[in-house]
């Protein structure tokens, strides 16, 4: 009877934090390893296939809705390939077995007990309410680009989709680093002397064009996900560190089409949206081997010899890779503002990485606004600098606005390395420093 | 100096015809990487009202680096340098305005010149009526007969503030000489506005070298725990504070108002100067995310804000054309309109009135400028604290000067003369800056404070015509992203206001006894609210503005719509207009009623030797009333530039 109890109290007081949950091995190896003898298949597709005008219908189960409606239109026809494993570090995964237990939500979405790795890696049950918060937060707490990633070099390309014009070329460097929540580079599990509990800084630096050159972003985002980022800019031409107003993130970042709110699939708060769980799908995803591909021949001035994935299609707004079935948790937020100029994300996260695979944006009516995808190669199919890293490397994206028919091209060299990416390069002062 | 640049000038035609064949140009990058290049060649054209073309201004500027790496202690050295050169043909193309030919003869107002005024020696000269007299014609004081002849003509002449008021009036009338000095050198200033034409033409190629606009070190010292000592040193620009167009803290580098008054960019009006730029990187802390400490030692020889000269396209409160009017008064002699008894115009010999020299501050490491900062971010409130000890950049005109008594030629120091000298006090400077968010209405904020000891003023009530006083300057700036989607639904504006205040805490103005004020002519308080709209068009290629200033106290307000065109990352073309509304002069008391000479006191009613009794007009002291906005409300302007870079 005491036994029953206790077990009874133990239960109350496990539903009275949140719904803390044992998470087991099976789940661990089914969550980061789903390819472990598993393959996803899907009615006449086979790898190799190239989905084209002709033939879409046959694979519009397989195709994110834009997609699909991409090819229909005979903008771009889908190389295809074999799914293949894209295993996250060790220590990430290490991070999931030893802290996951003690993770739950509290009553307002955040998270109760976090400390690192994927905070909810069983599989989402369509039965749960909270199933979409859960996952939204595994994203938001991915891998995405391990503890520290520098991207440069980091093109920006504005396009004309119909004319396939090239308007505009935005040169950066990137820099992400968490600090805290870190798995593989020291500090772990963060640094000292952070008061204001920022979580993740970023930081970035226009190299070209002339008019914009020298102007500097910096965002920390917290650990509170109910606070509201802070933002600095600092204008080459003004020479000074401007606050910036970081409440108008669905604003064009510096003229691309890009929302700030867009960046690498979602830069908001989790809190400023509800999220929903719409389900499992396998989806024909852009992931891929980078150095199997027909690549661009920019930068053609890189020291490793790295070079761009390529663009094709329709205004050369698609990159010109391979995509492969993956297992894919479709996610779908919609804004609490009702001022939000978005109707609605899809967001498409590949279920092994928990990274966005794609984004697809509608507007207020409902109907097709934008499509994000970002393109995947794993760190041991990239530059000797990245293998071994154990992360599912971002390689490509595009933002297509359909409506306006134009599109922002992105063309990368990411790095996973911590070798600039301390807390001084993310300072304020850093921008002044630097600033010329 | 005339070769060079006129081959300067060569060169940039070349240049943009070169670049003008070609679209494809872009920065210069060495094979190492260490060296990189690039530049820009423009020309800005600006057409005013009345006057025609008041810029047609060519320029080049490269900018340079080079890395270097470590070097012994030192981590990141690197160099950094920027050449520029100008050629403003408005010189050349309206020198009937601004040039060798500008100006002409002039005639001075008196109102009336009442007959049989005690002491003035019987029945007045013929031309003594109301209505006005030419240059030299006045009412003749001690050696005052060279005004009008061949080493002072009634030539290259403009009236003081004749764009605003017309030169008439019941107050004092000035002339000044408007060509440049290697024209017509009276009433040019030694060291301080004494520019000839090519100077003026190509500003850079000057005695400080300004072409090398700027050229600088930049060094590190790792420290532990990510912390490091920052060294930038050599000519740079160091800006302080959060505002934009007007400063309060910006106070390191002077100005070149010269450019286009107060409407140039600041980035390309500031002067570089010789600086020490030490900074210590703290970094975060456990009670602040940010916090680092920094020195600066201005070693260059300092220099004053660049006013615009007498006769030049730009000159803020047209001040330039009123020290070169009193240069002109103290060197040559001068006719002065409405004077004598409040109403004559009057001939005033060398050295008797005017502006006799300005003591630009000499290189002495006890008058180098040296200032400190401390700057962070605390609870997500970026905050800093700033000193500096400084030589003003502004003039202040001080009286009590050894001058020639204008009725016996005896010399002394006359109290309530108007015989100054130009000097720059020194100024100390205590102030802060913050900035922060509030999310509740999705705006930034940017406010700034300063308070200075040592500022000087004109005063008319004081023996020496001027008075120092502490000051407090403030402003608070709000910025906000704002969609408005009936004219934009992708992009936000930037919405933009600020409003600048300035209280003088020792302001001193009575009432004098005819009435009228006296004392200080800057208003006690006084503030300019400044808002900015701008929008971005066809990703960020078409970005139209508004910006629009309005001086308080002044009541005179600017609005200068403007429209930027990428045509391509190469070229860029700009359509823009300066627009003013509101008051223009204002009047203030001149000092003519004061009685400085014993002679004088003896020869009239007034109560023996003293100060002024109120008797005022529009010159020369309104101006200050006035305002920058204001006493450019003459000058609207519609403007185009092109700018390629590479």
Redesign the interface.
């Known amino acids: 009877m005491n036994t029953v109890l206790r077990l009874l109290t133990l239960s109350l007081a496990v539903f009275a934090s949140g719904m803390v949950y044992a998470v087991s091995d099976e789940e661990i190896q089914k969550s980061f390893y789903p390819y472990n003898g598993w393959t996803p298949t899907a009615d006449g597709y086979e790898p190799g296939a190239v989905v084209n005008q002709s033939n879409v219908e046959k694979y519009k189960a397989i195709l994110d809705e834009a997609l699909y409606e991409f090819v229909k239109n005979g903008w771009v026809e889908v190389q295809t390939a074999a799914t293949t494993d894209f295993p996250l570090s060790d220590d990430y995964v290490n991070a999931t077995k030893q802290h996951s237990d003690g993770v739950s939500l509290n009553a307002n979405g955040t998270l109760n007990g976090y400390v690192a790795g994927r905070a909810f890696p069983q599989e989402p049950d369509a039965n749960d309410p909270d199933a979409g918060q859960k996952m939204v937060w595994n994203y938001q707490y991915g891998f995405n680009s391990g503890d520290s990633e520098s991207i440069e070099p980091f093109w920006w390309t ?1 396009r004309d989709m119909k004319t396939g014009k090239t ?3 935005l040169k950066f460097s990137w820099h992400f680093m968490n600090y805290n929540h870190r798995v593989t580079f020291d500090p772990k599990p963060e640094f000292d ?4 509990e ?1 979580f993740r800084g970023i930081y970035t630096k226009v190299l ?4 914009l ?1 020298d102007t500097q972003l910096l965002i920390h985002r917290y650990q509170d996900d109910t606070k ?1 980022d ?1 933002g ?1 800019l600092y204008l080459g ?12 993130i ?3 970042f ?3 089409d890009l929302m700030i709110e867009d960046f690498e699939g979602y830069n908001g708060r989790v809190s400023d949206y509800n999220w929903t769980y719409a389900g499992t799908r396998n989806l024909l995803l852009p992931f891929y081997n980078h150095n199997e591909q027909n690549l661009s021949a920019d930068p053609a001035d890189d020291q490793e010899g790295y070079r761009f994935v390529d663009v094709h299609g329709k205004g050369n707004c698609f990159p010109n890779v391979t995509y492969q079935l993956r297992k894919t948790y479709t996610l779908e937020g919609t804004p609490k503002d009702p001022n939000h ?1 978005i109707g609605k994300r899809v967001i498409n996260l590949d279920s092994q990485t928990m990274t966005m695979a794609s984004l697809v944006t509608y507007d207020k009516k409902g109907d097709l606004w934008k499509w994000f995808p970002i393109g995947k190669t794993h760190s041991s199919n990239h530059i000797d600098r990245n293998k071994g890293k154990g992360v599912a490397l971002d390689d490509y994206a595009v933002l297509v606005d359909v409506q ?1 028919m ?1 599109c922002t091209t992105l063309q990368f060299k990411s790095i996973i390395t911590d070798d600039v990416n ?3 390069l993310f ?3 850093n921008l002044r ?1 630097s600033g ?1 | 100096m005339n070769n060079i640049t006129n081959n300067l000038y060569r060169l940039l035609l070349a240049s943009l015809f070169l670049v003008g064949i070609s679209s494809n140009a ?2 210069w990058k060495s094979k190492d990487g260490k060296w990189v290049a ?1 530049g ?1 060649i423009e020309n800005s054209s600006h057409g005013r009202n009345h006057t025609g073309v008041s810029r047609s201004r060519s320029r080049g500027q490269l ?1 340079w ?1 080079r890395s270097i790496g470590t070097v012994g202690i030192f981590r990141n050295v690197s160099m ?1 340098g920027t050449l520029r050169g100008s050629y403003d043909a408005a010189y050349e193309l309206n020198d009937n305005n601004f040039g060798d030919n500008a100006g002409g003869p002039v005639r001075l107002q008196q109102q009336f010149f009442p007959a049989g005024v005690p002491g003035f020696g019987g029945p007045l000269a013929a031309g003594f009526t109301a209505g006005s007299v030419a240059w030299g014609g006045g009412l003749a004081l001690f050696n005052s007969g060279g005004i009008g002849g061949a080493a002072n003509p009634n030539d290259g002449l403009a009236l003081l503030g004749a764009d605003l008021h017309g030169g008439t009036g019941t107050g004092v009338g000035l002339a000044y000489p408007v060509r440049p000095c290697d024209t017509d050198s009276r009433g040019c200033i030694d060291g301080y506005m004494d520019a000839d034409k090519q100077e003026l033409i190509s500003p850079e190629f000057n005695d400080r070298a300004d072409v090398i606009r700027e050229a600088y070190i930049d060094a590190t010292i790792p420290l532990n725990g ?1 912390k ?1 000592i ?1 060294f930038r040193v050599g000519r740079q ?1 160091v ?1 302080w ?2 505002t ?1 167009l007007f400063r309060v803290l910006d106070i390191v580098n002077p100005v070149d108002f010269s450019a286009q008054n107060i409407y140039e ?3 390309d009006a500031r002067i570089p100067m010789g600086i020490l730029n030490m ?1 210590y ?1 703290a ?8 916090l ?1 400490f920094q020195l600066l030692w201005k070693f260059e020889q300092a220099r004053p804000h660049t006013l615009g000269q007498g006769g030049s396209t730009y000159s803020i409160l047209q001040a330039g054309n009123f020290f070169r009017a009193m240069g002109t008064c103290w060197q040559v002699g001068c006719t002065v309109g409405n004077f004598a008894v409040g109403a004559g115009a009057t001939d005033f010999g060398p050295g008797q009135i005017g502006i006799r020299r300005a003591n630009t501050p000499d290189w002495d490491i006890e008058d180098n400028d040296i200032g400190a900062r401390v ?1 962070g ?1 605390y ?2 409130v ?1 905050f800093s604290l700033n000193t500096m000890y400084y030589n003003s950049h502004l003039p202040s005109l001080r009286g009590g000067i050894t001058s020639t008594d204008a009725f016996t030629g005896a010399t002394g120091v006359f109290p309530h003369a108007l015989a100054f000298d130009i000097d720059f006090p020194r100024i100390f400077m205590f102030g802060g800056s913050a ?3 509030v ?1 509740k209405i ?5 406010i700034e404070a300063a308070w200075t000891t040592g500022e000087e003023f004109a005063d008319t009530s004081t023996s020496r015509l001027f008075d120092d006083s502490d000051v407090m300057r403030y402003v608070i700036g709000w ?5 408005i989607p009936f004219l934009n ?4 504006f930037l919405l933009s206001g600020q409003l600048f205040g300035q209280h003088i805490l020792n302001h001193n103005l009575t009432t004098g006894p005819t009435g009228l004020n006296v004392g200080m002519v800057d208003w006690k308080d006084n503030w300019i609210g400044t808002f900015l709209i701008q929008g ?1 068009y ?4 078409v970005l139209p503005r508004v910006i629009t200033a309005y001086d308080v106290r002044a009541q005179a307000g600017t609005v200068a719509p403007q429209v930027e065109w ?1 045509v391509s ?2 070229w ?1 073309i700009t359509f823009g207009a300066n627009l003013k509304f509101g008051h223009g002069a204002r009047m203030f008391d001149d000092n003519r009623s004061a009685v400085p000479y014993g002679t004088l006191a003896a020869l009239t009613p007034a109560p023996g030797v003293g100060g002024s009794t109120g008797l005022g007009g529009f010159e020369p002291l309104g101006r200050f009333r006035s305002g920058p906005i204001g006493m450019a409300q003459a000058e609207d302007e519609v403007q185009i530039s092109l700018r390629y ?2």
Do not use: M
């Open positions: 504005y308007e505009r070329v002397n952070n008061p204001a920022i070209e064009p002339f008019d050159k509201r802070d600095w031409f003004q020479r000074r560190v401007r606050r910036l107003a970081t409440g108008q669905t604003d064009a510096l003229g691309s100029p306006a134009h301390q807390p001084g300072s304020v002062q420093k010329r | 872009f920065a690039h820009y900018e680096s950094h990510g490091e920052n620009q800006v504070g959060r934009d960019e600041l980035e900074e990187r970094g975060g802390g456990k009670t602040f995310e940010d680092n700057e971010v609870k997500g970026g900035d922060f968010y999310e999705k705006s930034a904020f940017r910025d906000r992203p704002t969609f639904k992708n992009r936000a971005f066809k990703n960020d290629t990428l990352n190469n860029k870079r590479f």
